[in-house]
């Protein structure tokens, strides 16, 4: 399966930015879907951005306008731009690789999509 490492995350002010970087390794990159998940302490986890292997993204409406979600398929890499950050955003985000673009997590249980996470970036946005 493919092993994936994030970076980028810290602590920023209401307003700025952040790039989080996932760098991929193992499985070829280009055969999965690949997303941004978020978790905020003592919330669910939700999805945050998604780009199918065609290069059609998706956002949450909460971040609509404000982030965006990139590949690099040469460098095995997948990036989110987090632009105009606002306190409600801090949470641990994860890199994720799975087999179906779905940012809803209703839809990767009832479907059995299998799923492959990194072990987070911190992001605290003050």
């Known amino acids: 399966h493919v092993q994936l490492v994030e970076s980028g995350g810290g602590s920023v002010q209401a307003g700025g930015s952040l790039r989080l970087s996932c760098a991929a390794a193992?499985?070829?990159?280009?055969?999965?879907?690949m997303a941004w998940f978020r978790q905020a302490s003592g919330e669910e986890r939700e999805g945050v951005a998604a780009?199918?292997?065609?290069?059609?993204?998706n956002y949450a409406d909460s971040v609509k306008g404000r982030f965006t979600i990139s590949q690099d398929n040469a460098k095995s890499t997948l990036y989110l731009q987090m632009d105009n950050l606002k306190p409600e955003d801090t949470a641990m985000y994860y890199c994720?690789?799975?087999?179906?673009?779905?940012?809803?997590?209703?839809?990767?249980?009832?479907?059995?999509?299998?799923?492959?996470w990194g072990q987070g970036t911190q992001v605290t946005v003050s």
């Open positions: 994720v690789a799975q087999t179906y673009c779905t940012l809803e997590m209703a839809a990767i249980k009832a479907l059995g999509v299998t799923q492959y």
């Open positions: 193992g499985d070829s990159f280009d055969s999965y879907s």
């Open positions: 780009i199918d292997r065609d290069g059609n993204t």
